[in-house]
């Protein structure tokens, strides 16, 4: 038991892919005309969206791209080249549709969703929620400020951890009722590639220096403070590999807790979802950690240039899609990837068969 009753129940409802469906979708590919496995994992991917989601016509659209953003305790011992306030005006910058992840949801036709999962100063003294342009929709904890400093003592109590994982599931679940396709995930938070480092090194039982790279461009001096302030993280608070929900607590993010909650509910409700870079990843290690067979139910978009995001991906058993050296964030891996998707999808429903081209089949005499 996870202490709430809503995210015990969603795991609950977490399955194995579907054997039948993946199946069905392998037969149908090669009866299109090309050779078998051809199309290498293009057809691997209309496999697994087949079992992902229970249909071997399943779809790409309508998708949808989920922002989640916190700020960190942690940014107060330059870990980053950036100073906290870039969180605040960065959120405003994707409601504004001025990011880079709002132009690539526009280019391939994706609602984004931000979710303010606890950035200070987002508000106006009024105390009114921003507005949104008309393509953007925006969530709230209604939190005022982020995490603790993780190198001192727990980033947030456990019951601040689940109160986030809870809205990621909420947010999933109002996804799939609204027939969203496909879900692609991002995330913004200074300070939050060294709470992914610290996730990852418990995780997946790797050493920080392995996992810590340089975030938004530390030098090689910045990345070696950020090391030792993981390992102060780790030797501070001793977070349990067994109990996920507490390493969350322990050194997370509450942006990685709305993630970890999105990819949960997305898994109960049978839609893919996209992962973006590193923070991703680390949400996606503790989900797999809550739901083993979630794992499976995640896309790998591209790998990170962060050296953790590879430990991350290979612990979840996911090949990721693309290699384009990125390390923004923000889901704009996971929306490049979304064309591969769309590649595979039109692929399986365009190209004729065998029997209908009148061709020959490899078995043909």
Same mark, same amino acid.
């Given at each position: 038991?996870?202490?709430?009753?809503?995210? #015990? @129940?969603?795991?609950?409802?977490?399955?194995?892919?579907?054997?039948?469906?993946?199946?069905? /979708?392998?037969?149908?590919?090669?009866?299109?005309?090309?050779?078998?496995?051809?199309?290498?994992?293009?057809?691997?991917?209309?496999?697994?969206?087949?079992?992902? $989601?229970?249909?071997?016509?399943?779809?790409?659209?309508?998708?949808?791209?989920?922002?989640?953003?916190?700020?960190?305790? *942690?940014?107060? %011992?330059?870990?980053? =080249?950036?100073?906290?306030?870039?969180?605040?005006?960065?959120?405003?910058?994707?409601?504004?549709?001025?990011?880079?992840?709002? *132009?690539?949801?526009?280019?391939? +036709?994706?609602?984004?969703? *931000?979710?303010?999962?606890?950035?200070?100063?987002?508000?106006?003294?009024? +105390?009114?929620?921003?507005?949104?342009?008309?393509?953007?929709?925006?969530?709230?904890?209604?939190?005022?400020?982020?995490?603790?400093?993780?190198?001192?003592?727990?980033?947030?109590?456990?019951?601040?951890?689940?109160?986030?994982?809870?809205?990621?599931?909420?947010?999933?679940?109002?996804? =799939?009722?609204?027939?969203?396709?496909?879900i692609a995930v991002g995330?913004?938070?200074?300070?939050?590639?060294? /709470?992914?480092?610290?996730? $990852?090194?418990?995780?997946?039982?790797? %050493?920080?220096?392995?996992?810590?790279?340089?975030?938004?461009?530390?030098?090689?001096?910045?990345?070696?403070?950020?090391?030792?302030?993981?390992?102060?993280?780790?030797?501070?608070?001793?977070?349990?590999?067994?109990?996920p929900l507490g390493v969350?607590?322990?050194?997370?993010?509450?942006?990685? /807790?709305?993630?970890?909650?999105?990819?949960?509910?997305?898994?109960?409700?049978?839609?893919?979802?996209?992962?973006?870079?590193?923070?991703? !990843?680390?949400?996606?290690?503790?989900?797999? !950690?809550?739901?083993? #067979?979630?794992?499976?139910?995640?896309?790998?978009?591209?790998?990170?240039? @962060?050296?953790?995001?590879?430990?991350?991906?290979?612990?979840? &058993?996911?090949?990721?899609?693309?290699?384009?050296?990125?390390?923004?964030?923000? &889901?704009?891996?996971?929306?490049?990837?979304?064309?591969?998707?769309?590649?595979?999808?039109?692929?399986?429903?365009?190209?004729? $068969?065998?029997?209908?081209? !009148?061709?020959?089949?490899?078995?043909?005499?």
């Amino acid at each position: 038991m996870t202490g709430s009753p809503r995210l #015990d @129940e969603v795991i609950g409802r977490i399955e194995p892919l579907d054997g039948a469906a993946a199946v069905s /979708a392998a037969a149908g590919l090669d009866r299109l005309t090309k050779p078998p496995g051809s199309l290498g994992r293009l057809e691997a991917i209309a496999v697994q969206l087949a079992g992902i $989601t229970g249909r071997a016509d399943a779809t790409t659209r309508p998708r949808t791209i989920v922002v989640a953003a916190a700020d960190h305790g *942690v940014a107060a %011992r330059n870990v980053s =080249a950036y100073p906290s306030e870039v969180t605040r005006q960065m959120v405003a910058n994707f409601l504004a549709g001025g990011a880079a992840i709002s *132009v690539l949801a526009r280019l391939i +036709g994706a609602s984004l969703v *931000v979710v303010d999962a606890g950035v200070a100063g987002l508000r106006p003294s009024g +105390g009114r929620e921003p507005r949104p342009a008309p393509d953007v929709r925006f969530r709230s904890l209604g939190r005022e400020r982020g995490t603790a400093d993780l190198s001192v003592g727990p980033a947030m109590s456990r019951a601040e951890a689940l109160d986030a994982v809870d809205t990621g599931l909420a947010l999933a679940a109002d996804l =799939a009722e609204r027939r969203t396709a496909l879900i692609a995930v991002g995330e913004m938070g200074i300070g939050n590639t060294t /709470a992914a480092a610290a996730l $990852t090194a418990v995780l997946c039982g790797a %050493r920080p220096e392995v996992v810590t790279g340089t975030g938004t461009g530390l030098d090689e001096a910045g990345r070696r403070h950020k090391v030792a302030i993981v390992e102060r993280a780790l030797a501070v608070n001793r977070p349990d590999p067994a109990d996920p929900l507490g390493v969350l607590a322990a050194v997370g993010g509450l942006e990685i /807790a709305v993630l970890v909650g999105v990819l949960l509910g997305a898994a109960a409700a049978r839609v893919p979802v996209v992962l973006d870079g590193f923070i991703t !990843g680390a949400a996606a290690l503790v989900a797999a !950690g809550l739901a083993p #067979d979630v794992a499976g139910r995640l896309i790998a978009g591209h790998r990170s240039a @962060e050296p953790g995001h590879a430990v991350a991906l290979e612990r979840l &058993g996911r090949r990721p899609l693309l290699d384009l050296e990125l390390r923004l964030g923000e &889901g704009t891996g996971a929306a490049l990837a979304l064309g591969l998707l769309d590649a595979a999808v039109a692929l399986r429903d365009g190209m004729a $068969t065998f029997e209908t081209a !009148g061709v020959a089949g490899p078995d043909a005499s």
